[in-house]
């Protein structure tokens, strides 16, 4: 069975346009046998059409059935097709949607094999949540802008977005900037954020670049909100 079809060459096309990788976005039907991917991957995408996108989406209500169930009722009506997308020797999983606006999105998820030691995050004090879902996958974002949940190698601290130190004489700032982490972006100048210092996974935080932050509020409702807006934009 060949790995790309006409159709598939045409779409790697456009998103080359936005990888950030170097060499080229190439789509596959399946991994080859020498991928280092999770075996969950490799079973998702050994079936093709309804059987594929249903085994996905099991995977999907396997670890955030609780906490992003719009994003997967989203997923369940409107998710076209799911492939194999390389990028020289990297591999992830790229979603293809026609969203409710009559247009087409596309996501990625990285891989999640040895995320944690690309991470300058303290993964042993993450939220279990976040855990079993990047254990999953690692992120979910709109491929075009980047916005979502962010690959772990790219989460930064507040205090690296800011250089050190932030100089925003409308905030106070009382809570330490170099242990809270920014999982998710709405590339509209807004973040998500967890303060890791506290094993309370409810001090989350919502920070915005031109406006004062929310505290105190749930990390996963705000997330499956987002991420239901990216796919509609």
Request: hydrophobic fraction near 40%; charged fraction near 20%; proline fraction near 4%.
């Amino acid at each position: 069975m060949g790995f790309w079809t006409k159709r598939d060459k045409d779409k790697a096309s456009y998103l080359d346009e936005y990888n950030q990788l170097s060499g080229r976005v190439e789509l596959l039907t399946h991994f080859p046998g020498n991928a280092i991917v999770p075996s969950t991957w490799r079973d998702c995408l050994s079936v093709t059409g309804q059987a594929r996108l249903s085994r996905v989406l099991d995977q999907w209500n396997a670890v955030a059935a609780g906490t992003m169930c719009n994003t997967i009722a989203y997923l369940s009506e409107y998710l076209q097709d799911i492939e194999v997308m390389r990028v020289e020797s990297t591999f992830s999983i790229l979603y293809t949607l026609a969203n409710r606006r009559g247009g087409m999105s596309y996501f990625s998820a990285g891989n999640p094999i040895n995320l944690a030691k690309r991470s300058t995050v303290p993964w042993s004090r993450v939220p279990l949540s976040l855990q079993a879902f990047y254990s999953f996958q690692d992120g979910f974002w709109e491929y075009t802008s980047g916005a979502g949940l962010s690959t772990a190698d790219q989460v930064r601290s507040l205090a690296n977005l800011y250089g050190g130190s932030i100089d925003r004489p409308d905030v106070a700032v009382d809570f330490p900037i170099e242990e809270t982490y920014l999982w998710f972006s709405n590339a509209g100048g807004g973040y998500v954020a967890t303060n890791l210092e506290s094993s309370n996974d409810d001090r989350v935080l919502i920070w915005w670049i031109a406006d004062q932050p929310i505290f105190d509020v749930d990390f996963w409702p705000v997330v499956d909100e987002w991420t239901v807006l990216l796919f509609d934009n």
